[in-house]
T-cell receptor, first 111, second 116 residues
């Protein structure tokens, strides 16, 4: 699976949009981009995923560049409860479905 | 939505004992489940892939005799930490892929294992 690069930490003011970038320049045509987050002492929580089109759900939006080499997760109105480590993962959907985690981005939402 | 249940959530035991952790998929069948370990302030590390009806596949460096995995049914995988020692203390998390080709993993809430 392709490697991803994320900033180690980011701050965001409560109520503002949080934009978390991810670089996946070696992504293959059959690899999807997934975002998960992990709140302290809990298991990871799925947020959103996409292949090449932008996606939106009740939690977030995912913007994937046209060349698919990078993406941005957008939390439109961050709250204190969004403070967590956010993981961007690219993964093929055949074979063993293994999900390999990188270091992620630690997002601090401040009041 | 799909849910993965993990039990127990926290266990403390003496050095040398064996500890079993259960991972259940509650409303879907999972022929494959995954086990991770996470140390404080670190990311999740994949330990092994649990395969229903066959042997687990372990990642490089993970001792298969130390971490026994059994996937006896389509909804249950177990991880047994045998003869646990203090260095095995960690946060253990399981996951299972949802139905469908591109569907995401669903994760349990984790088991915090403390060996005294």
């Amino acid at each position: 699976d392709a490697k991803t690069t994320q900033p180690p930490s980011m701050d965001c003011a409560e109520g503002r949009a949080a934009n978390l970038p991810c670089n996946h320049s070696t992504i293959s045509g059959n690899e999807y981009v997934y975002w998960y987050r992990q709140i302290h002492s809990q298991g990871p929580q799925y947020i959103i995923h996409g292949l090449k089109n932008n996606e939106t759900n009740e939690m977030a939006s995912l913007i994937i560049t046209e060349d698919r080499k990078s993406s941005t997760l957008i939390l439109p109105h961050a709250t204190l409860r969004d403070t967590a480590v956010y993981y961007c993962i690219v993964r093929v959907t055949t074979g063993g479905f293994k999900t390999i985690f990188g270091a992620g981005t630690r997002l601090f939402v401040k009041a | 939505g799909a849910v993965v249940s993990q039990h127990p959530s926290w266990v403390i035991c003496k050095s040398g004992t064996s500890v079993k952790i259960e991972c259940r998929s509650l409303d879907f069948q999972a022929t494959t489940m995954f086990w991770y370990r996470q140390f404080p302030k670190q990311s999740l590390m994949l330990m092994a892939t649990s395969n229903e009806g066959s042997k687990a596949t372990y990642e490089q460096g993970v001792e298969k005799d130390k971490f026994l995995i059994n996937h006896a049914s389509l909804t249950l995988s177990t991880l047994t930490v045998t003869s646990a020692h203090p260095e095995d203390s960690s946060f253990y998390i399981c996951s299972a892929p949802d139905r469908g080709r591109s569907q995401p993993q669903h994760f349990g809430d984790g088991t915090r294992l403390s060996i005294l």
